[in-house]
Structures are given as structure tokens and as C-alpha cells.
């Protein structure tokens, strides 16, 4: 057998085990871009760039429905304001969004500057979101490899960004400055 040979297996290997990058329908990408800039601050400045929460006042909203939406919208003091902005059709775009954040789950990852190994836990196979906050002051790029993303994510000081992938059936670690995420799966 030749070399031709191996690398045709390694390739279909690797193509069993590539992460596609997701094309968002165009309802996501309005409801999206409401999320971020309604009012100006958009939902994120209370709920987290990814409504995760990410320890801000609102809280994790992924999943959250129309009627919480609704109801958040008359009741809560600080979201009075929004309720006025938002046509029941943007809402519903909102609300689309979310049940997307909802459907996956969140895998969260906040770099310090101190060495550090966290864990998680990984459902196998299901299409998650990893959320990633840079808590330093210098721009951090991490390499995706491990999550069979060709890729890597960079962030700048004091920001987050997220990158989704269908978890793998083994456990896997990420890494960058020092600092290590061990992605656990049931064995
Ligand atoms: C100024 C801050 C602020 C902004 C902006 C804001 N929220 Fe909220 N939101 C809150 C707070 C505070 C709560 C109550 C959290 C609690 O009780 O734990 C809340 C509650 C909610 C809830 C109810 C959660 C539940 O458990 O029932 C939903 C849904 C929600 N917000 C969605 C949104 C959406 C969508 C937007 C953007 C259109 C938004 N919020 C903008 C502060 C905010």
C-alpha cells in the first residue's frame, strides 16, 4: 500500500471528525442582532453577551419563552423601558434566538491571570456552545484543535466570544496562557 492510501484514510478521518462551521437562518441572525442592540446596550448588557448571564443583574435567559419574555417586559423595572421598543414580532425573533442559545449546552470558561485547570462536563455528540471571557488584559488566541475545529478563537482584553461545536465521545482539554479547561465525557 501506498502513501496515496493513508493519507485518503487519514483525510476521511478527519472528515468524520471536522466541526462545519453553522450558517445561521436569517431569523436567528434579526433576532441576534436585536439581542445585541436594542435600546443601544441591547439585552447583553444585562444578560451576558451569549444570555448566559456571565454575572450580570438579568441573569440566564437561553431557552427563556415568549411568555417570560412578556412578562419580564411589563414587570421588571429595568427591561420597562425596552418594552416599549420591541413590536410583538421582534419579540418573537428574540425568543427564536434564545430557544437556539437554550437548545445547546453551554460550556462556560472564564481566563484569569493565574494558572488554572478547570473541568466540565460534556453531553457526547450534542452540539454545545463554548463561551469564553477573557478576564486579562492582553488578547489571547486558543486553539480549537481539540474540539476538531480548524481554527482559532481570538479574544480581546475584557471581551467574550463563543464558537460552537458537536461534542466529541472522549474527553478533551483546551489551553492557553498557562491555563487548561478539561472538557470530561462519561466514560
Ligand atoms: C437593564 C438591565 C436589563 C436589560 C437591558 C434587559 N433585562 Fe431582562 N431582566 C433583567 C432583570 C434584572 C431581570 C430579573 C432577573 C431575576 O429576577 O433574576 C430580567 C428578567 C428577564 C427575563 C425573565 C427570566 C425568567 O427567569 O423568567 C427574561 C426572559 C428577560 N429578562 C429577557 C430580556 C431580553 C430578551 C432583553 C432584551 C430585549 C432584556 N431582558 C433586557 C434586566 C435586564
Redesign the pocket.
Known sequence: MNMSFYKLVAAMLLTAYANVVYAEPNELVFGKK??LT??G???A???GKYANGAGN???N?RG?SIE??N??LEN?P??QL?GDA?APEQRGL?VQY?ASLGAMPLVEWSIGEDTDIKTQQLIPKQLSQLVVKNDTLVAIAMDLSPLAINQTLHIEPLDTQAVQFVAPAFSVSLQVNGQALQLLVNE
Open positions: 436585536l439581542y436594542i435600546g446596550y441591547g439585552c448588557a444585562c444578560h443583574v438579568g441573569g435567559i427563556a417570560q419574555l412578562h419580564a421588571e429595568t427591561m425596552l420591541l428574540i434564545l
